[in-house]
């Protein structure tokens, strides 16, 4: 039943984010042709702002759906309806709390705007960004219900639907007035519509939600804000090391700057939030194996997906050093682009935070958020610091370049650390060196393949789109063949394809 969840899972999320990519791109392209890149520029930085705020939140979602795991896999109605009850309390809370923070900053938008000229009305398209987020809040929670049932799908197929009625909108309103406020109040109102949707759903679905008032026992509710007082460590440090960047970029570079690395981000954030689609397919199956399977099964699957994820990783990141520029000079201009260097970095960047994704899925099934509390502390001081000291040097690479360090400093080594040593428990010194000395081995792998890939498309630039095509087709090539080379004789590989087999076995039967 896992594999079942998880494939239809898989299927509407990443189904879904690529129809949804495709028509952001569009958008963006509509959106640079129609408007100037200091509105770009905006969009990036208040984006981030409200990111920011958003550590308001403290991981409350991610510590209350490790908590739904094991009631939804007993079916223990009672004990789900206090926990959705005290999740539905405490996002009313953060929706408050975003709405103070997010006025009392309203003062000070010029401290991170280093030059604002040709943008109007910033006041109110600050203020729509606030109300944006704070109404995220209202509803959003009864997804969790799902989740912790596996059917996560029931909730991301409306929101996909809706996600691409809100940018086919946001596409026409741009080109027939041009006016930045409409954008943004579409995207304002459909995002209540799939909540409103799913929030029906499930009250028709789970009845006894509406019937029990009540909150978690007081040992429970303890428990559960332990372990938000963990998490509001993990999201201090993701906001500040996610979140700032474009804040840097705009008070030491300038909003261009924010504009033309918004472009870049929103590449690789599409396929990042492409990846993530992929790896949410598993979080309710991953819950309710950690919920009920011993470590050793556990470890087996988590070495399947280690495998899956550096491949996937491995593959956009080569290819993205090699071919970046060439994508974003054919879709927006030479003017968009960064210097090698910097796409470099970007690309670096991209990596490391990807090879993370597989330690942190199985640290939230697992529920060890505790263990490494202090982590996301360190990990901020070190990116703040080694931004602001790299940024007069070396610009937007400088700030990308403080990430990195940040990282490769905490999360590399602290993260794996802690899976092997509280969530694997077995031989976790054995695991932890084979951990390491399969991450040495794969980026040098993939550091081989991109100068390589990087070498012929200089040699043979890419100068319209078929020739684009052309490298595009034979990067992948290569890249296939190096893979099957290097890992066709792994037991996580047998082991991956004896499922793939067992699937497609099923399916003619």
């Known amino acids: ?36 890149a200091a509105y770009l520029g905006v969009n990036g930085l208040f984006t981030d702002v409200l990111g920011i705020l958003n550590f308001a939140e403290l991981g409350i979602g991610t510590a209350m759906i490790y908590s739904l795991y094991e009631p939804a896999a007993k079916n223990d109605e009672h004990r789900l309806a206090q926990l959705m009850n005290l999740y539905r309390l405490l996002y009313r809370i953060v929706a ?23 943008i109007e009305h910033l006041r109110l398209i600050y203020l729509m960004y606030v109300a944006n987020s704070v109404c995220s809040y209202l509803l959003s929670y009864k997804n969790s219900i799902y989740l912790a049932y596996q059917k996560a799908y029931v909730r991301n197929l409306w929101a996909q639907l809706c996600d691409a009625v809100k940018t086919l909108l946001q596409i ?101 939030n492409l990846l993530n689609k992929f790896s949410n397919a598993f979080a309710g199956s991953l819950g309710n194996l950690g919920a009920i399977e011993d470590e050793t099964r556990v470890y087996s699957i988590y070495r399947e997906l280690d495998l899956i994820f550096f491949v996937i990783y491995a593959y956009w990141t080569a290819g993205a050093f090699a071919l970046f520029n060439a994508f974003i000079t054919l879709c927006f201009g030479a003017g968009y682009c960064f210097s090698t260097a910097t796409v470099a970095v970007l690309v670096t960047e991209f990596y490391v935070s990807g090879q993370r994704r597989v330690n942190v899925l199985f640290r939230e099934a697992k529920g060890l958020f505790w263990y490494d509390r202090y982590k996301p502390l360190f990990e901020s001081a070190i990116n703040l610091a080694a931004s602001l ?64 890939s990087y070498g012929w498309v200089s040699f043979c630039p890419a ?23 290097l890992y066709r004789n792994t037991p996580e590989f047998d082991r991956l394809k004896g499922r793939v087999m067992a699937v497609v076995k099923r399916r003619k039967e």
């Open 96 to 118: 408050v709390v975003v709405l103070l923070v997010g006025l009392a900053l309203m003062p000070f938008l010029g401290f991170f705007i280093k030059d604002s000229s040709g």
């Open 463 to 485: 100068k319209n789109i078929g020739w684009f095509l052309l490298d595009g087709v034979l990067y992948t090539l290569l890249f296939g063949a190096v893979m099957v080379v």
């Open 389 to 452: 000291l790299l940024v007069k040097k070396f610009g937007v690479a400088g700030i990308l370049g403080g990430t990195i360090i940040s990282t490769v400093t905490t999360c590399l080594w602290m993260e794996p650390y802690i899976l092997m040593r509280y969530g694997i428990r077995e031989d976790w010194q054995g695991k932890l060196k084979d951990y390491f000395v399969r991450y040495a081995e794969r980026a040098a792998v993939v550091a081989v393949l991109a100068a390589v």
């Open 172 to 272: 026409v309103l741009i080109v027939l007035t041009g006016n930045f406020i409409l954008y943004l109040a579409v995207q304002f109102v459909m995002q209540f519509i799939p909540n409103i949707i799913v929030s029906v759903k499930v009250d028709k679905e789970f009845p006894y939600l509406k019937e029990c008032r009540e909150l978690p026992e007081k040992e429970k509710f303890h428990g559960i804000l332990r372990n938000i007082g963990a998490m509001s460590f993990h999201k201090l440090g993701t906001v500040i090391v996610r979140n700032t960047d474009s804040l840097l970029m705009s008070s030491f570079v300038g909003l261009l700057s924010v504009g033309i690395y918004s472009n870049y981000k929103l590449i690789l954030s599409g396929i990042d």
């Open 1 to 36: 039943m896992r594999t079942r969840y998880t494939l239809i899972n898989m299927v509407v999320n990443v189904g879904g984010q690529l129809m949804n990519q495709v028509l952001l791109f569009i958008s963006r392209m509509v959106f640079i042709h129609y408007l100037s």
